[in-house]
């Protein structure tokens, strides 16, 4: 399947929607926890257990990224679209037979294992050619498609929730709600497949800089750098402190309230997780595109410095407001957000757009490291607090605490960034000699 070339005449702004539409369908996964209590309720399974789906999602979608990021380089993101179509619908097609049939293992491999694929090619799937197309602002272009995944749960929370309640919330009703989800999202991710464009050229805007030029580092050579390990950790520590509250959100927000006056309810809870769902949504597009203008180590900081400090009050202060609770947990968000829309942008600045897709692939297996880390810590942790008797947001005190000193190691490694060393360079003759070759190709 070629990269489709964009005709003369053919708008850059038409692209960002074909993004969207990947991104908006694989962002489901953001609205996991509405599924959690259903499925251990039906299936007997525990937080840990109920977690499981969501955290192999996670890790293949680290995985698949980095080992197709060279070939979503190569063969161009139509054929990365059409990918993760396939792989993320018949994730949730496996996981509906996995429900009816009350067998979790098939949910597993569903959702998590072949999903996760699907994740993961189709997060990579725009964000080269946006580069490409948007080089005078990178990170107001990636953090628009990057958008979509932080607010697909803003759409599948409620949507979700309101199937389970139609439905019911037993094993055939989850099954129909995994059929109509899978069915749904093969349709919406067919138009960015059949919208999607590449430039003609490296300057595809009169007095933008070339898509291609500075400092150019490979794929290959990236990863024998510090500055790549140094943003693997930023990206890890921010991704783990953040995606284990998002997993287990609306079940969190019900612990640390049950025991007050105003506890909250099973569609309060969902709301709740909507509203992390338009925060996330809003730091990506919000936070990186104030990248460009305060630079993307300045941003970092904010996000991990000031995450902590959100973190901090509600671990000492948040269950006694629930406004506080609500505002520290949108934040935080919105960091997270901002920083997965930010990353591509650092890459772009540090390594040069070369092979940045195939970099940013490989990065992503911070991403799967966080998705196991994140929620074991926050279920693990909750599950022996619940053994040993504890309930309410004592449940989540020392996870809270924990997750405080991984944004911590996150600061620092942000801090040691650096430019890269000249000997990692491409060299101008070989940059040339790539860009020959790939004419003809794209042409054809």
Request: contains cysteine; charged residues 10%; positive net charge.
């Amino acid at each position: 399947m070629s990269p489709p070339i964009a005709p003369p005449g053919w708008s850059r702004w038409l692209v960002p929607p074909a993004a969207l539409s990947v991104h908006l369908s694989i962002g489901q996964a953001y609205a996991w926890s509405v599924f959690k209590p259903p499925l251990e309720s039906a299936l007997g399974l525990s937080g840990t257990q109920s977690a499981l789906p969501f955290q192999l999602a996670i890790v293949m979608l680290g995985l698949s990224a980095a080992f197709g990021g060279t070939l979503v380089e190569r063969n161009g993101p139509r054929w990365a679209m059409t990918v993760a179509l396939v792989c993320f619908s018949s994730g949730f097609l496996i996981s509906a037979l996995g429900a009816a049939v009350e067998q979790y293992w098939l949910i597993v491999l569903g959702y998590g294992f072949v999903g996760g694929i699907g994740l993961g090619i189709g997060y990579i799937s725009p964000v080269s050619t946006l580069i490409k197309w948007f080089p005078d602002r990178p990170g107001m272009a990636t953090g628009i498609a990057i958008m979509g995944f932080g607010g697909g749960a803003l759409i599948a929370s409620p949507w979700s929730a309101q199937m389970l309640q139609s439905f019911g919330s037993d094993s055939s009703g989850i099954a129909l709600a995994f059929l109509v989800h899978g069915l749904s999202y093969a349709v919406f991710m067919t138009l960015g497949v059949l919208l999607v464009r590449v430039p003609r050229g490296e300057r595809p805007v009169a007095g933008a800089p070339r898509a291609v030029e500075g400092v150019q580092v490979s794929a290959r050579s990236a990863v024998r750098t510090p500055q790549f390990w140094c943003l693997w950790i930023v990206l890890c520590m921010n991704v783990t402190a953040g995606i284990g509250i998002l997993e287990k959100a609306a079940p969190m927000i019900t612990d640390f309230f049950a025991d007050t006056s105003t506890p909250v309810s099973a569609s309060a809870a969902a709301g709740f997780v909507a509203l992390l769902s338009a925060a996330n949504m809003a730091g990506r597009i919000g936070w990186s595109s104030t990248s460009d203008l305060v630079g993307r180590k300045n941003v970092y900081r904010l996000y991990l410095g000031a995450g902590a400090l959100m973190y901090a009050l509600i671990a000492l202060i948040g269950d006694s407001s629930k406004p506080l609770f609500v505002l520290c947990a949108l934040v935080i968000l919105s960091f997270y957000g901002g920083g997965f829309a930010t990353i591509p942008a650092y890459l772009k600045d540090l390594f040069g757009a070369y092979q940045v897709g195939a970099i940013h692939g490989r990065l992503l297996t911070a991403w799967s490291t966080a998705g196991v880390l994140g929620p074991l810590i926050v279920n693990w942790i909750a599950d022996r607090q619940e053994e040993a008797g504890k309930d309410g947001s004592s449940l989540y005190t020392l996870s809270l605490f924990i997750m405080i000193g991984l944004l911590a190691v996150g600061f620092v490694a942000n801090e040691l960034v650096r430019p890269v060393h000249v000997r990692h360079h491409v060299p101008a003759q070989r940059k040339a000699a790539d860009a020959e070759r790939q004419q003809p190709e794209s042409a054809a």
